[in-house]
């Protein structure tokens, strides 16, 4: 398992914390982010893994986050956007990390190793 | 998307409310198996007369394709709104063949149903930046923090666009839409079933409230 710190991922670009997310996944890492992805992230990394799924070889992520805090500026409110503040992530492969249980509050996961 | 870009969709939001939007496009999103294609067959059906738009089965990512019914107007609230409305596949993190297989599907069409869920998905996130507007689906029945519901929410809260939860099912004895509601209580959200076509006013009188 690897705990990414917010600094780190402050100091990445988008696509560089997708990829690092992804190869270490594919690998059977659980990753978790300190800091998170904003939702514009997240649907991204949904829309890569997508395209990397492949027949008995990788089916896919489990990602599971809080609700994004929203923080609104006047310069965002100018563009028409708000500024989300990523929250705490964990991402694994789907066939090693499952949801038992998710709240507001509180997220219970199970992995499962050697699968 | 660059600074011009976002003033640029932010000023058509602003003029848009000021002079008054006469169409909007509706994106019905959702995980698989939600009600999102029984709804927009609802919707259709009632607004336009016509016969279904999608099929709907049992089997999750049965939408593969996004679908798109133009020029619905729905009349609720003393006024008009003129709508398009996109049927888009099931969102999901993860597409296993397997799941497909144990509908009874062969090896060979579960993997091509996969295939084609994955092309699905990413469709449905590109429709994300050409809509005016989300009806997300949720299953009254299932936990509603998913990671698919909170994607899009956020997304929509980003984007700064209006987003109505329509909590469907609410026919099945173990429905608790009230889970929804406590889930995200900073969106409006409506009781509906799809199938039996419960609570359908309410909506398009949500509907017309927060698109038109």
């Given at each position: 398992?690897?705990?990414?710190?917010?600094?780190?991922?402050?100091?990445?670009?988008?696509?560089?914390?997708?990829r690092?997310?992804?190869?270490?996944?594919?690998?059977?890492r659980?990753v978790?982010?300190?800091?998170?992805?904003t939702?514009?992230?997240e649907?991204?990394?949904?829309?890569?893994?997508?395209?990397?799924?492949?027949?008995?070889?990788?089916?896919g992520?489990?990602?599971?986050?809080?609700?994004?805090?929203?923080?609104?500026?006047?310069?965002?409110?100018?563009?028409?956007?708000?500024?989300?503040?990523?929250?705490?992530?964990?991402?694994?492969?789907?066939?090693?990390?499952?949801?038992?249980?998710?709240?507001?509050?509180?997220?219970?996961?199970?992995?499962?190793?050697?699968? | 998307?660059?600074?011009f870009?976002?003033?640029?969709?932010?000023?058509?939001?602003?003029?848009?409310?000021?002079?008054g939007?006469k169409?909007?496009?509706?994106?019905?999103?959702?995980?698989?198996?939600?009600?999102?294609?029984t709804?927009?067959?609802r919707?259709?059906?009632?607004?336009?007369?016509?016969?279904?738009?999608?099929?709907?089965?049992?089997?999750?990512?049965?939408?593969?394709?996004?679908?798109r019914?133009?020029?619905?107007?729905?009349?609720?609230?003393?006024?008009?709104?003129?709508?398009?409305?996109?049927?888009?596949?099931?969102?999901?993190?993860?597409?296993?063949?397997?799941?497909?297989?144990?509908?009874?599907?062969?090896e060979?069409?579960?993997?091509?149903?996969?295939?084609?869920?994955?092309?699905?998905?990413?469709?449905?996130?590109?429709?994300?930046d050409?809509?005016?507007?989300?009806?997300?689906?949720?299953?009254?029945?299932?936990d509603?923090?998913?990671?698919?519901?909170?994607?899009?929410?956020?997304?929509?809260?980003?984007?700064?666009?209006?987003?109505?939860?329509?909590?469907?099912?609410?026919?099945?004895?173990?429905?608790?839409?009230?889970?929804?509601?406590?889930?995200?209580?900073?969106?409006?959200?409506?009781?509906?079933?799809?199938?039996?076509?419960?609570?359908?006013?309410?909506?398009?009188?949500?509907?017309?409230?927060h698109f038109?």
């Amino acid at each position: 398992m690897d705990l990414i710190s917010e600094e780190k991922l402050n100091r990445m670009t988008s696509m560089e914390k997708i990829r690092l997310i992804l190869d270490k996944v594919k690998t059977g890492r659980i990753v978790v982010l300190e800091s998170g992805l904003t939702p514009e992230e997240e649907v991204r990394l949904i829309e890569m893994t997508m395209t990397e799924i492949r027949v008995d070889e990788f089916s896919g992520i489990e990602i599971e986050s809080y609700p994004a805090k929203r923080e609104s500026s006047f310069v965002g409110r100018l563009l028409g956007r708000n500024s989300s503040k990523g929250r705490m992530t964990v991402i694994g492969p789907a066939n090693q990390l499952r949801t038992v249980e998710k709240d507001q509050y509180q997220i219970s996961t199970k992995v499962s190793v050697g699968d | 998307m660059g600074v011009f870009e976002s003033l640029r969709m932010s000023l058509g939001v602003w003029l848009s409310r000021i002079f008054g939007k006469k169409r909007a496009r509706i994106g019905i999103y959702g995980p698989p198996n939600a009600g999102k294609t029984t709804l927009a067959n609802r919707i259709v059906k009632d607004w336009s007369g016509d016969g279904a738009i999608g099929t709907v089965s049992p089997v999750p990512h049965e939408t593969r394709r996004a679908v798109r019914k133009e020029g619905l107007v729905i009349n609720a609230n003393g006024a008009s709104i003129h709508l398009d409305i996109v049927d888009t596949p099931g969102m999901a993190t993860k597409i296993d063949f397997r799941e497909f297989m144990a509908y009874g599907m062969s090896e060979e069409e579960a993997k091509k149903r996969a295939k084609e869920a994955t092309e699905g998905v990413i469709e449905a996130i590109k429709w994300l930046d050409d809509l005016d507007g989300v009806l997300l689906v949720m299953d009254s029945t299932e936990d509603p923090y998913t990671q698919v519901n909170v994607t899009v929410i956020g997304n929509m809260e980003a984007r700064n666009l209006p987003l109505l939860i329509v909590a469907n099912k609410i026919d099945l004895p173990n429905a608790a839409p009230s889970r929804i509601k406590a889930a995200f209580p900073q969106h409006p959200v409506v009781q509906i079933s799809a199938l039996e076509g419960n609570n359908l006013d309410e909506l398009y009188h949500a509907i017309a409230l927060h698109f038109g």
